[in-house]
């Protein structure tokens, strides 16, 4: 196959001036090659590792569900690999100063699932990237997807290779399914990974720790720390993968450090790059571990709280000098252990219990249990948060609150009466009490927040959050929203063109380190001074898009056609060029 490099000219203006941009170029822009080109490439993506053959060799009939259809509908890798063919500019041009690595993660199931019991949380882990190298002559973009392979995607290929079919409980089956779901899990402690050609740093067993009996699917997220890129899942161990060529190395303990899950949401400190994350576990307590680690991924500190309960903690925050622990009344239900209070539901993984109450509990960065000081709040529930910062004897949280929790934990549901806000909690260290307020105006439900990475533990006027008002339930996001945390003004709105719907924003900044504000006014905010990036998917057309947005105006700053569709997902990070290797190529 013959490889070119898809140049895009670069702007002509700075993105700051505002010009208008071009309109999208008519449809004879799609020359017959490049149509033909995307197409195939799509259709080899699209085609679901999971969809049924007759004996006869014809497809047999297609789960039409809400998350194995449409954009939700798995792919599988490119057969090619990494790709420079297919990108088709269709509006704007890609700035100057935007160089790096987009990399996003998502459920990608790639086996037959259990069609009536399947959850979102259940899929394959799947990373989807684009490089956007090249310098003032034009950006160079490539194309890449990969599964993480993780050891239950190993062990499935070992005992049942026909894709038909996984030996591993969902999320919704494991409280019908406990022995085997019980009896997988130690067997997956018993098998050592290089057994599968994975290594793992500490020589240890296994990808979570040994009383949890749910499959590590390396689904929810990402960071680059260290220069490590691990694929995260909240309830086990990371998945290190090679950043040039996104192969999986194997599960990531930091040097042996880890001995029990990892958060979802590390929060990585912009001034001296140490990473701190809080976890939780079931069924076995302690169900609360916070650690802080280097910035050469040391562990450098541990701290257990003994007396919290297993509740859903998906996100955390930092302070200069504090972490947050987020403690909502979403309980974690199995029929064993302190969780199944009031009995056991076989019907929820979870329980809300609002009667229990809220709490935010605030550490000293290095301290431990004794040390940590619980704030009450109004029962809700936070799948994230935004940021947290000190100012005087206060601590400031910002959280996306919904009043109750979710049914099942669906990140996706549209459900009327149920909004979710940007939410603010005051938190004083003088009084012990915390007040609460929304902190914006558009009545616009708001989830997946991103953040300037330098502004990570600081005061921060500006967040990007997307929006779920969609037309049909169980559509991701259709609109992106610019909320200032520091007054009452108005969003800013990037809404998506009619039938397209995206995933996460993630923010790539001009200043790409703390450090490059040295010598910048306090009073001055540079919290918006980058652009975002978004994969979008068109149910119009069935093709994927990459929209960068700059974070000043909300305005499209370029929207580029993708070789390949890139199903609805989670969270993704961006990587600076400065650092990548030297000489980065995604390959």
Not at 363 to 382: H, I
Not at 579 to 585: F, G, N, R, S
Request: include cysteine; hydrophobic fraction near 35%; charge should be negative.
């Amino acid at each position: 196959m013959v490889v070119f490099k898809a140049v895009i000219p670069a702007p002509r203006f700075h993105p700051l001036r505002r010009k208008p941009l071009p309109r999208p170029p008519s449809a004879a822009a799609f020359t017959d090659e490049t149509v033909a080109l995307s197409q195939a490439q799509s259709k080899v993506a699209a085609d679901p590792a999971w969809r049924s053959t007759g004996e006869d060799g014809n497809e047999g009939p297609e789960y039409l569900g809400k998350y194995l259809a449409g954009n939700f509908t798995p792919v599988r890798e490119l057969s090619c690999g990494a790709t420079s063919e297919g990108f088709i500019v269709l509006e704007g041009a890609i700035p100057e100063g935007l160089r790096g690595l987009l990399i996003r993660n998502g459920p990608n199931p790639d086996r037959t699932p259990n069609v009536d019991t399947y959850h979102l949380f259940d899929g394959d882990g799947m990373i989807h990237a684009v490089h956007l190298g090249g310098g003032s002559d034009g950006v160079r973009l490539t194309y890449k997807n990969k599964f993480v392979n993780t050891l239950s995607r190993k062990m499935d290929e070992l005992i049942a290779p026909n894709r038909k079919g996984t030996i591993f409980p969902g999320i919704d089956e494991i409280p019908f399914k406990i022995p085997q779901a019980m009896g997988l899990s130690l067997l997956s402690k018993a098998v050592p990974a290089s057994l599968f050609r994975l290594k793992q740093d500490s020589g240890a067993w296994g990808d979570t720790p040994l009383s949890v009996i749910v499959k590590n699917s390396a689904n929810t997220n990402l960071v680059y720390h260290h220069g490590k890129l691990l694929a995260l899942w909240e309830v086990g161990f990371p998945y290190e993968l090679d950043v040039s060529t996104l192969d999986t190395v194997g599960p990531y303990t930091f040097k042996g450090g880890l001995k029990s899950s990892f958060s979802a949401h590390p929060k990585v400190d912009p001034v001296d790059g140490s990473m701190v994350d809080v976890s939780y576990s079931f069924p076995e307590a302690p169900h609360c571990r916070t650690r802080v680690w280097s910035k050469e991924g040391n562990l450098l500190h541990e701290a257990i709280i003994e007396s919290m309960e297993a509740v859903f903690m998906h996100d955390c925050a930092i302070t200069e000098h504090y972490t947050l622990i987020v403690n909502l009344p979403l309980l974690l239900n199995l029929p064993f252990g302190p969780t199944s209070e009031g009995g056991f539901d076989r019907t929820k993984s979870a329980i809300f219990k609002p009667e229990r109450g809220g709490k935010i509990g605030v550490m000293p960065r290095f301290g431990t249990e004794k040390d940590l000081r619980w704030f009450e709040v109004s029962p809700n529930f936070s799948f994230h948060t935004v940021n947290a910062y000190e100012e005087g004897n206060k601590v400031i949280l910002h959280a996306c609150r919904m009043q109750e929790a979710i049914p099942n934990w669906d990140p996706f549901s549209v459900r009327e009466g149920i909004p979710t806000l940007v939410h603010e909690y005051v938190l004083d260290m003088e009084t012990g009490k915390a007040t609460e307020r929304s902190v914006h105006s558009s009545g616009q439900s708001l989830d997946m927040p991103c953040l300037h990475p330098a502004y990570v533990g600081k005061k921060a006027r500006f967040t990007f959050a997307g929006g779920d008002s969609c037309p049909q339930d169980h559509h991701p996001i259709n609109s992106y929203e610019k909320v200032d945390l520091l007054s009452d003004s108005p969003p800013l709105v990037y809404k998506l063109p009619e039938g397209c719907y995206g995933s996460t924003f993630t923010f790539a900044p001009r200043r790409s380190s703390a450090s490059s504000f040295d010598g910048l006014s306090d009073r001055e905010d540079f919290s918006d001074d980058g652009w975002l990036l978004v994969f979008v998917h068109s149910e119009v057309t069935g093709f994927s898009e990459l929209h960068v947005v700059d974070g000043c105006d909300m305005e499209m700053v370029a929207r580029v056609h993708l070789p390949s569709r890139v199903p609805y997902g989670f969270h993704c990070v961006f990587i600076p060029e400065d650092q990548l290797p030297q000489a980065y190529t995604l390959a």
